[in-house]
């Protein structure tokens, strides 16, 4: 389509951008104070299903306990990242070719009590 951005498979751009680097399975020490940058959303989805948990506040807490693992003597700051769509990215583009002419589930979460929608637990 003339003038819509085209997204690519990310597993390609993972092997152009990483093929010759070795990844360590852990973060090496460092000597420095150093600070760690987590995928919010990714984070989420390796979560897995809610683990278990019925309410939004219930699985705030367990995505916080994985936040804070993070801590240590050298670490002693922790960025979380959520992506945003902007209207004319990549991202935008791709989000309205998935959801199609039906509207994503929004929920207003104002009380750590709110329960999380079953489809949520079949699906995160």
């Given at each position: 389509?003339?003038?819509?951005?085209?997204?690519?498979?990310?597993?390609?751009?993972?092997?152009?951008?990483?093929?010759?680097?070795?990844?360590?399975?852990?973060?090496?020490?460092?000597?420095?104070?150093?600070?760690?940058?987590?995928?919010?959303?990714?984070?989420?989805?390796?979560?897995?299903?809610c683990?278990?948990?019925?309410?939004?506040?219930?699985h705030?807490?367990?995505?916080?306990?994985?936040?804070?693992?993070h801590f240590?003597?050298?670490?002693?700051?922790?960025?979380?990242?959520?992506?945003?769509?902007?209207?004319?990215?990549?991202?935008?583009?791709?989000?309205?070719?998935?959801?199609?002419?039906?509207?994503?589930?929004?929920?207003?979460?104002?009380?750590?009590?709110?329960?999380?929608?079953?489809?949520?637990?079949?699906?995160?």
């Open positions: 389509m003339l003038g819509v951005m085209n997204s690519t498979s990310n597993s390609e751009l993972i092997g152009i951008l990483t093929g010759d680097i070795e990844t360590p399975p852990k973060v090496p020490h460092a000597e420095l104070k150093t600070c760690v940058l987590i995928d919010g959303h990714a984070l989420i989805q390796a979560l897995g299903k683990s278990g948990c019925k309410t939004f506040g219930e705030g807490e367990v995505f916080l306990d994985a936040v804070k693992h240590g003597d050298q670490t002693t700051r922790i960025d979380v990242v959520f992506d945003r769509y902007i209207d004319a990215s990549i991202k935008s583009a791709t989000c309205q070719k998935r959801v199609g002419k039906k509207k994503p589930i929004r929920k207003c979460i104002d009380d750590p009590h709110v329960p999380l929608p079953a489809v949520c637990r079949d699906r995160i």
